[in-house]
Protein backbone atom coordinates (compact mmCIF):
# COMPACT_ATOMS: atom_id res chain seq x y z
CA UNK A 1 0.00 0.00 0.00
CA UNK A 2 1.50 3.28 -1.26
CA UNK A 3 0.54 5.57 2.45
CA UNK A 4 -1.91 8.66 1.78
CA UNK A 5 -2.59 7.18 -1.48
CA UNK A 6 -6.18 6.36 -0.42
CA UNK A 7 -6.63 7.46 3.09
CA UNK A 8 -9.66 5.48 3.94
CA UNK A 9 -7.51 2.46 3.81
CA UNK A 10 -4.10 3.68 5.49
CA UNK A 11 -5.06 2.11 8.93
CA UNK A 12 -4.96 -1.54 7.16
CA UNK A 13 -1.12 -1.60 7.80
CA UNK A 14 -0.26 1.22 10.40
CA UNK A 15 0.42 -1.40 12.91
CA UNK A 16 1.09 -4.59 11.30
CA UNK A 17 0.62 -6.25 8.31
CA UNK A 18 -1.69 -6.97 5.61
CA UNK A 19 -2.76 -10.66 4.88
CA UNK A 20 -5.04 -12.15 2.07
CA UNK A 21 -6.31 -15.18 2.14
CA UNK A 22 -9.52 -16.60 -0.03
CA UNK A 23 -12.02 -19.58 0.21
CA UNK A 24 -11.41 -21.33 3.78
CA UNK A 25 -15.23 -22.44 3.16
CA UNK A 26 -14.78 -23.26 6.77
CA UNK A 27 -17.15 -26.63 7.56
CA UNK A 28 -18.40 -26.80 4.20
CA UNK A 29 -18.12 -27.99 0.87
CA UNK A 30 -16.95 -31.59 1.63
CA UNK A 31 -16.98 -32.01 -2.37
CA UNK A 32 -13.89 -29.90 -2.29
CA UNK A 33 -12.27 -32.37 -0.97
CA UNK A 34 -12.31 -34.62 -4.23
CA UNK A 35 -10.26 -32.60 -6.09
CA UNK A 36 -8.20 -31.28 -2.97
CA UNK A 37 -7.50 -34.47 -1.08
CA UNK A 38 -4.94 -32.31 1.10
CA UNK A 39 -7.05 -29.44 1.73
CA UNK A 40 -6.77 -28.59 5.22
CA UNK A 41 -9.54 -28.84 7.09
CA UNK A 42 -11.41 -25.91 9.11
CA UNK A 43 -9.70 -26.16 12.36
CA UNK A 44 -6.34 -26.28 10.38
CA UNK A 45 -6.50 -23.28 8.36
CA UNK A 46 -7.61 -21.30 11.16
CA UNK A 47 -4.10 -22.49 13.60
CA UNK A 48 -2.20 -21.95 9.99
CA UNK A 49 -3.86 -18.40 9.42
CA UNK A 50 -3.65 -17.44 13.30
CA UNK A 51 -0.08 -18.68 12.74
CA UNK A 52 1.27 -15.68 10.58
CA UNK A 53 -1.43 -12.94 11.74
CA UNK A 54 -0.90 -11.26 14.72
CA UNK A 55 -3.57 -9.13 16.60
CA UNK A 56 -1.96 -6.37 14.63
CA UNK A 57 -2.36 -6.98 11.41
CA UNK A 58 -4.56 -6.78 8.81
CA UNK A 59 -6.46 -9.92 7.07
CA UNK A 60 -8.35 -9.27 4.45
CA UNK A 61 -10.41 -12.19 3.74
CA UNK A 62 -11.21 -12.64 -0.43
CA UNK A 63 -14.75 -14.46 0.31
CA UNK A 64 -16.33 -17.72 0.56
CA UNK A 65 -16.22 -17.77 4.23
CA UNK A 66 -18.28 -20.81 5.55
CA UNK A 67 -18.80 -21.27 8.58
CA UNK A 68 -18.84 -17.53 10.98
CA UNK A 69 -18.12 -18.88 14.06
CA UNK A 70 -14.70 -19.91 12.19
CA UNK A 71 -14.08 -17.10 11.33
CA UNK A 72 -14.81 -15.39 15.06
CA UNK A 73 -11.47 -17.41 15.82
CA UNK A 74 -9.03 -15.56 13.38
CA UNK A 75 -7.02 -12.70 14.18
CA UNK A 76 -6.21 -9.40 13.09
CA UNK A 77 -8.08 -6.66 11.82
CA UNK A 78 -10.16 -8.29 9.92
CA UNK A 79 -11.85 -7.55 6.46
CA UNK A 80 -14.31 -9.28 4.18
CA UNK A 81 -14.72 -8.95 0.59
CA UNK A 82 -18.33 -11.27 -0.35
CA UNK A 83 -17.65 -14.69 -2.23
CA UNK A 84 -20.90 -15.97 -4.36
CA UNK A 85 -20.88 -18.61 -1.29
CA UNK A 86 -21.68 -15.86 1.05
CA UNK A 87 -25.06 -14.69 2.55
CA UNK A 88 -25.88 -10.92 3.20
CA UNK A 89 -23.28 -8.76 4.20
CA UNK A 90 -25.23 -8.12 7.79
CA UNK A 91 -24.48 -11.78 8.77
CA UNK A 92 -20.95 -10.50 8.82
CA UNK A 93 -21.20 -7.42 10.33
CA UNK A 94 -20.12 -8.43 13.72
CA UNK A 95 -17.30 -10.83 13.40
CA UNK A 96 -15.71 -8.57 10.48
CA UNK A 97 -14.08 -5.36 10.99
CA UNK A 98 -15.32 -3.98 7.27
CA UNK A 99 -17.08 -5.61 4.53
CA UNK A 100 -17.62 -5.25 1.32
CA UNK A 101 -19.95 -6.44 -1.25
CA UNK A 102 -18.20 -6.29 -4.39
CA UNK A 103 -14.59 -5.70 -5.82
CA UNK A 104 -12.61 -2.94 -3.50
CA UNK A 105 -10.14 -0.71 -5.34
CA UNK A 106 -7.22 -0.28 -3.00
CA UNK A 107 -4.91 1.80 -4.67
CA UNK A 108 -4.85 3.31 -8.40
CA UNK A 109 -4.10 0.18 -10.38
CA UNK A 110 -5.13 -2.27 -7.71
CA UNK A 111 -8.61 -3.94 -7.40
CA UNK A 112 -9.28 -6.71 -4.83
CA UNK A 113 -12.31 -9.36 -5.62
CA UNK A 114 -13.75 -12.73 -4.99
CA UNK A 115 -14.24 -13.83 -8.48
CA UNK A 116 -11.77 -12.86 -11.09
CA UNK A 117 -12.36 -9.66 -12.84
CA UNK A 118 -11.53 -9.12 -16.80
CA UNK A 119 -10.15 -6.02 -16.80
CA UNK A 120 -6.36 -4.88 -18.22
CA UNK A 121 -6.12 -1.76 -16.77
CA UNK A 122 -5.66 -2.75 -13.61
CA UNK A 123 -4.23 -5.33 -11.02
CA UNK A 124 -6.70 -8.18 -10.02
CA UNK A 125 -6.06 -9.51 -6.56
CA UNK A 126 -9.19 -12.61 -6.35
CA UNK A 127 -9.94 -15.87 -5.08
CA UNK A 128 -12.94 -18.30 -6.38
CA UNK A 129 -10.89 -20.08 -8.41
CA UNK A 130 -9.11 -22.64 -6.07
CA UNK A 131 -6.36 -22.72 -8.19
CA UNK A 132 -2.86 -22.83 -6.07
Given at each position: ?9 D ?8 W ?29 I ?10 I???D ?20 H ?33 I ?13
Amino acid sequence: MIEGLYKCFDHWHKQGTVWLYSDTHFNEDEDLHVPFPNRPSAEEQIKLINSKVGRKDTLILLGDVGDIECARKLRGYKILIKGNHDLGLSNYEDVFDEVYGGPLMIGEKIILSHEPLDIGWAFNIHGHTHCI
